[in-house]
């Protein structure tokens, strides 16, 4: 079974953490530290009747979209 492509326009982005709009996969993170949080797995969950994204692309993805989200907008993340 082939997989769908992961792409980026694919993640809302926002301070409040990151989501996977096809699959609602997000990371959301911890107020102190924006690199530790929480990682839910939506309808990657589920069996990949749905859409067929492989987790960990998306995951893969998600956490390289994050860093660099994080690391444009550092003043967002001072405490």
Do not use: C
Not at 3 to 22: A, C, E, Y
Not at 30 to 51: E, I
């Amino acid at each position: 079974m082939e997989t769908t492509l992961v792409r980026r326009d694919q993640f809302n982005i926002s301070p409040q953490g990151i989501v996977h709009k096809p699959t609602d996969a997000a990371f959301t993170p911890n107020l102190g530290d924006p690199h530790l949080g929480t990682f839910r797995l939506g309808q990657l969950a589920n069996d990949r009747s749905m859409k067929n994204f492989d987790p960990d692309n998306v995951e893969r993805m998600m956490r390289t979209l994050w860093l660099e989200y994080v690391t444009e907008n550092r003043d967002l993340f001072r405490a």
